[in-house]
């Protein structure tokens, strides 16, 4: 396994504090599950809940995210993404695909 620092300064957009479960799929239908701590539309850092990361540099990946519910805002979230970077603690996952769906109160019911 390959370990990279995180760059802030490669960064193109600023990424939000977030708290979400993850749910992560390799190209082998293995599936992992994290913590993304901040996500961007065009990446996320990814926590792991046991400090191991289970993830190779530049593998293809699509992540699940299950945002904090919100009455007023509620929305489901899938991408697809590379592995950018790995260092101690997680993961960093650059999005080049995806979709981020509000869900109208219609949704809900």
């Not at 939000?16 to 961007?40: C, F, W």
């Amino acid at each position: 396994m390959e370990t990279r620092e995180p760059s802030p300064e490669r960064r193109k957009e600023l990424r939000y504090p977030v708290q979400a479960k993850v749910r992560v799929q390799k190209a082998n239908g293995e599936t992992l599950h994290a913590r993304a701590v901040d996500i961007s539309s065009s990446g996320m850092r990814l926590l792991w809940p046991d400090g191991s990361c289970l993830l190779s540099h530049g593998e293809e990946v699509t992540v699940d995210v299950e945002l904090p519910e919100c009455s007023d805002k509620p929305f489901s979230a899938w991408g697809l993404g590379r592995v950018a970077h790995i260092d101690s603690l997680g993961a960093g996952i650059q999005l080049f695909g995806g979709q981020f769906d509000t869900l109208s109160q219609e949704d809900e019911r």
